[in-house]
């Protein structure tokens, strides 16, 4: 049996049901190598400051190590009575080395220690989900160059609106993705910080060397304040409030798609590898993808208003309630892990119907706005035009005459012979060459400049 950390202090056992209640080994043994790393770090800084020897660091690294080894290979028995990783780890390193095992945690408490971990758990998820955005931006980009050319109609209020093509379409949500990888290295400054050092909230009389610690273990610089930096989580809010920005990202492209898909837009259809059929209806091929990342998105919500509400409470400075930071936090990163792996894999294989989304772009309503640029450009004022042009339309609809099929010059002087040329779409696109308007050779240097990134 594996000793009792507080067994000084204590006359009873901890109650089988306060174990339950308390242990967080059966989720935060993930930060297990990033606690190793720290141990390590820890204990060099120690030889410095002749706490230990050379020989007793050399049998705290390699008990360590021989941990690591066990837990990769599935070959550790977590115990709940040690509560969590930490304590896991230490008492099986004393179990396994002896005396030198019960020096590691000189200068140090669990609450420098967590903080610590799950700094460097963050960093690395920062990594891993930044380079799943990168291969969604790809696979995007990859479908935006091949239907660069394909006409869509653009929706305001799921009207529609004006002409684009669907690679300018896709293009919008690479231009989200790359916010949000940004956001994430935006808020990895301020995860990359030691707090170890920091003790139980106010130090040590033992002075080790913190820089030493932190550039072993990678990070750019320490915390300033040892109050603060153990009872810090904003860091974890950040990243939750970003992993949740883009689940708003993933679920409005879900819900394009969802749409594409229906046979009332029949713009798309996604691979039957990549969509569900219906136990009951034969003919229903479903976008369950797409729905279940749109639903996903409320957990990722959740995950950060479950953290922000149990932080707003608390007095400085560590509270055994900031335990509860890191389910959300594990929740949010294998959500979103996931959710980016298959949307990205569903998205290399949608096909796009040309033919339906151009019908549909080809409405001649969708140039109303160019007609009332017509004639502005022929001297009239803006308001004025968009009246003329009001008008039209409200002819074409009560004759039931389609808008390109008018006589416009019986309506206004101002329509000139050449009026209902600016009815022609592919010349429409083309003159949208404004910087982020979709002419298509404006999609195709777009697509070209997120290639180079
Ligand atoms: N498992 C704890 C947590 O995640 C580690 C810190 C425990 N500190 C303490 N004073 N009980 O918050």
Request: hydrophobic letters at 40%.
């Amino acid at each position: 049996m594996y000793p009792n950390m507080w067994k000084g202090r204590f006359a009873q056992a901890t109650a089988d049901l306060v174990q339950q209640y308390g242990e967080s080994i059966s989720y935060d043994w993930r930060l297990y190598k990033h606690d190793i790393a720290g141990s390590i770090a820890h204990a060099r800084a120690q030889v410095k400051a002749e706490l230990l020897t050379e020989d007793e660091f050399l049998q705290i690294e390699s008990g360590l190590r021989s941990i690591e080894k066990d837990i990769d290979n599935g070959n550790f028995h977590f115990s709940i009575e040690l509560e969590d990783i930490h304590m896991n780890i230490e008492a099986e390193l004393t179990n396994r080395i002896g005396a030198a095992g019960g020096k590691l945690h000189t200068a140090r408490s669990r609450n420098d220690q967590v903080a610590t971990d799950t700094r460097l758990y963050c960093r690395e998820q920062i990594n891993i989900i930044s380079s799943h955005l990168k291969d969604l931006q790809k696979a995007l980009l990859d479908k935006a160059e091949q239907y660069a050319e394909a006409l869509i109609p653009g929706y305001t209020h799921l009207q529609r609106g004006q002409p684009v093509t669907v690679g300018h379409h896709l293009l919008a949500y690479v231009e989200m993705l790359a916010r949000d990888i940004d956001r994430l290295n935006d808020a990895k400054k301020r995860v990359n910080i030691s707090p170890l050092g920091s003790g139980a909230l106010a130090g040590s009389t033992i002075n080790l060397d913190r820089n030493q610690i932190a550039a072993e273990l990678g990070f750019d610089s320490i915390t300033t304040n040892s109050m603060d930096a153990i009872s810090d989580r904003d860091y974890i809010m950040e990243l939750l409030f970003a992993f949740a920005l883009i689940g708003t990202h993933l679920s409005r492209l879900s819900e394009d798609l969802i749409l594409w898909c229906s046979s009332e837009f029949a713009f798309a259809s996604l691979s039957d590898a990549h969509t569900t059929g219906s136990s009951l209806m034969p003919q229903k091929k479903n976008p369950d993808v797409c729905e279940i990342t749109r639903g996903k998105t409320g957990r990722l919500y959740g995950n950060l208003v479950s953290l922000l509400t149990s932080a707003k409470g608390l007095p400085l400075t560590y509270n055994r309630d900031l335990q509860e930071d890191k389910e959300p936090l594990f929740d949010s990163i294998d959500t979103l892990i996931i959710a980016l792996s298959v949307n990205t894999e569903m998205i290399a294989d949608m096909t796009i119907n040309v033919e339906t989304c151009e019908a549909a772009a080809s409405d001649p309503l969708l140039l109303a706005t160019d007609l009332a640029d017509y004639l502005v450009k022929n001297g009239v004022p803006f308001r004025s035009a968009h009246e003329l042009v009001g008008k039209a339309v409200a002819l074409s609809v009560q004759t039931s005459t389609p808008l390109d099929q008018l006589d416009l010059t019986q309506i206004s002087s101002h329509y000139g012979a050449d009026a209902n040329d600016v009815f022609n779409l592919q010349t429409a696109l083309a003159s949208r060459t404004n910087v982020g308007a979709p002419s298509t050779q404006n999609v195709k240097d777009q697509i070209s400049r997120w290639r180079n990134i």
